[in-house]
């Protein structure tokens, strides 16, 4: 054995008041896992504790509005779940997860043009848990994985955890770009790179805010195929569109060359944390495999509540006025956009989802300004935590799915203000230093 | 890239209907991680499929007997949870888990000896992720955890899924025994073979029904200290003994040398998926990262179901009347065993907990055994599955948990007449031909 080092470490507690005993030494610091050592607490995480507070107007949170659902309803539908089939909705579950729900899944997804069956659906702790099983089975450390740039920032996180190497493909208001891709792919199979997957998510992006266009869905999965790269759709905002019909999933024109990860998430609640991947079959019992060894199976009384609601409420209406609520929000953010910020910020325009992925004039940096920006009582999550690489210090991401209109509006007054000041700083003392940049940033649950 | 193999995968259905569409081809079959080949579904997974009908006596599953809950209580209060605080309960949550819960959690954890902060204590899917975190954390391929011989079949399929070496430690009738653990030790560090941590069932065992008593608890505390050794102690049945007081846990007398492990499965209900670990501050803040990077945050329903039950449910009484209904089925099962079995059959007797470890007499394989016994309408889980090298065949786990004292004597009535077939047939024709072991039964979430 090597002899154990002593070593203090820094202290992390997520906002909360430092336990009263036992010893802040990690005895253990010699013992980690190679992989723990891309764990690390985002630098920006303590500042997301500030603006958590009522009076500051956070533009940062990806929290749905739950608070738009039918209570009572959901309550009465609980309670009955309990007591009718409580010894099945409070026992253990299949790794699987429920056959009924994972029909209903398939029903939920033939909307975005999706023909599966439930066999091939497993249902995991939110698409987050899909996302790490997925990296779990195909990721060596050293695997390429291929994303956006930006992406989305709780899939770096999981990236890095397992010690891939991401590299982001340039994205425009259209989407990825196609011709960004195929070089990319060529570059790194010319280099001899074991490319794993693409990680994507086709449709009002996060943090991007942009939608992949008909057109370029086809080629990106032509590309994929002819490379024999698999791609990982991830669309937990596809039903929330605001014009027109749901855009049809890229899984719904290659069957075998898609995993496709969905999540209740947003249509219905965070809180039970029910998602999915819909894998081919080989795939599937891996994913299977792998669920069981993480958490054994997931709760069967969330998964049964959900099962429950779809088949008793009205859910295309709930999901209907989840749409009228966030066009309403996002509308009011790209109006006080309009009127408020500098004429050399610049944004994206949202079809649907939550995000809009703001750039700021060239020589500012949107984590230096963060901590301003909450001392005025406004937060943002800064861009370079959407890159895996330390880049993104221009951009920021806006969300508009949590504040109300007022509020929404209030909160761009006064990052206008920012921005403004900023931008005189620059021009009378020169470029803002951008501070550098470690490890990805990973503001937490609430932020993701 | 290498070029892609083309290969026809085994369909691993779990016992459904297989799919009806969709390729039976594994396009990826080369492109999986090192660890996912160490992911095989159980050779008796098909088997339990079987047992699981109405008419087989099931000694195999681990499922707690939660018809015994006052279902209608807990459904007002469910219901009740998403009425009054419904924006909370179906939010997304902090990483590290509901605040009052983890207060709530050390009140439970106090029965045992134990003085600790929420600050340390991070909720978890199960204690079953709480054990797949702790893995991820501290485990690369081929680290060393030393483990009981028997050990919990949950976690040496995680320690397999992380590519860790499993080192079985002794264990007799008083539990692990303390020669064998430090006489490991030595020759593992003779040999620089780097042991990550001791994982350890100290009270009521499973499978092996037994307890480490108080004199060698502190054997075990003293030894692993000395060598700097981490102990991960799983303690899901310590509040289940059917005499006197519960244990004090090794956690309650070194607060830095022991991650402690908690569920509510079995003293509440395993449908909430709600477990958790107790670490030292440094290793909790890696926990709560890993965490957030596997599933962002545990739900939030179910944390505050527990803890709304914690808070207004006479769960000490609950307890108790779970303690007196599986002190029933401890009773009738070794009675049974008592007046039934061969004489050349053992088995442990379990002053708590859900499971007695039997061994057959010399030249048996309960692994050949169970197809039999299933035939005979009784399951249980062979021995093989509980070590990491395809040892135990000649052991069999009971359970008694979920099936009725009446049942339960029908099932070993069963049972024995199947073993008193086998004794006839090794008497009469030798050996039973002893099936080679393929890597670690994983038989399942229910018979976890």
Redesign the interface.
């Given at each position: 054995?090597t002899p154990?080092r002593w070593a203090v470490?820094e202290?992390?507690?997520?906002g909360?008041?430092?336990?009263?005993?036992?010893?802040?030494?990690?005895?253990?610091?010699d013992?980690?896992?190679?992989?723990?050592t891309g764990?690390?607490?985002s630098e920006i995480r303590a500042l997301f504790a500030v603006a958590s507070r009522p009076e500051v107007v956070s533009l940062a949170g990806g929290?749905?509005y739950?608070?738009a659902?039918p209570?009572?309803m959901?309550?009465?539908l609980?309670?009955?779940?309990?007591?009718r089939r409580?010894?099945v909705?409070?026992?253990?579950?299949?790794?699987?997860g429920d056959?009924h729900l994972r029909e209903q899944i398939c029903e939920v997804m033939r909307l975005e043009g999706i023909?599966?069956?439930a066999?091939?659906v497993v249902v995991t702790?939110?698409s987050?848990?899909a996302l790490?099983l997925i990296t779990?089975?195909?990721?060596?450390p050293g695997?390429v994985v291929l994303a956006e740039g930006p992406s989305y920032v709780?899939a770096l996180?999981?990236f890095?955890?397992?010690q891939a190497k991401v590299v982001h493909i340039a994205m425009d208001d259209q989407g990825i770009v196609p011709e960004s891709l195929a070089q990319t792919i060529y570059a790194l199979?010319t280099a001899?790179a074991?490319?794993?997957f693409l990680y994507t998510i086709p449709t009002f992006h996060n943090p991007g805010g942009v939608t992949l266009n008909i057109a370029r869905r086809q080629q990106v999965l032509d590309i994929c195929q002819r490379a024999?790269i698999?791609i990982i759709e991830d669309n937990p905002y596809g039903l929330l569109g605001f014009d027109g019909e749901p855009m049809r999933a890229l899984r719904a024109d290659n069957?075998?060359?898609v995993v496709y990860l969905g999540s209740f998430?947003k249509t219905l609640?965070?809180?039970?944390?029910v998602g999915w991947a819909l894998a081919?079959?080989?795939?599937r019992?891996?994913l299977?495999?792998?669920m069981?060894?993480?958490?054994?199976?997931?709760?069967?009384?969330?998964q049964l509540?959900v099962g429950q609601y779809l088949a008793t409420q009205p859910w295309h209406e709930q999901i209907k006025s989840f749409r009228e609520l966030y066009r309403e929000r996002r509308d009011a953010l790209l109006d006080a956009l309009e009127s408020l910020m500098p004429p050399e910020v610049t944004w994206t325009r949202p079809g649907g989802g939550f995000f809009v992925w703001a750039t700021l004039p060239e020589g500012l940096d949107s984590k230096a300004i963060l901590p301003r920006a909450v001392a005025e009582r406004v937060a943002f999550v800064p861009g370079t935590g959407f890159f895996s690489d330390g880049s993104g210090a221009r951009h920021m991401r806006l969300s508009y799915c949590y504040p109300e209109p007022d509020r929404i509006r209030e909160g761009v007054r006064r990052l206008a203000g920012v921005i403004e000041q900023e931008i005189q700083l620059r021009d009378t003392f020169g470029t803002a230093s951008a501070r550098d940049h470690q490890g990805v940033d990973?503001p937490?649950?609430?932020l993701?």
């Open positions: 054995m154990r470490t202290e992390q507690d997520h909360q008041t430092p336990a009263t005993q036992g010893s802040r030494i990690d005895a253990y610091v013992r980690y896992a190679a992989r723990a764990m690390v607490a929290m749905p739950v608070t659902l209570l009572d959901v309550g009465e609980v309670s009955d779940l309990v007591t409580g010894p909705a409070l026992q253990y579950g299949s790794g699987q056959p023909h599966a069956g066999n091939d702790v939110g987050q848990q790490d779990r089975i195909f990721i060596d695997d709780g996180g999981t890095a955890a397992y199979e001899g074991p490319i794993k024999g698999l069957p075998d060359g998430s609640a965070p809180g039970f944390r081919p079959h080989a795939i019992d891996k299977v495999l792998a069981e060894s993480a958490v054994l199976s997931h709760s069967s009384f969330t509540a990973t937490g649950p609430d993701a």
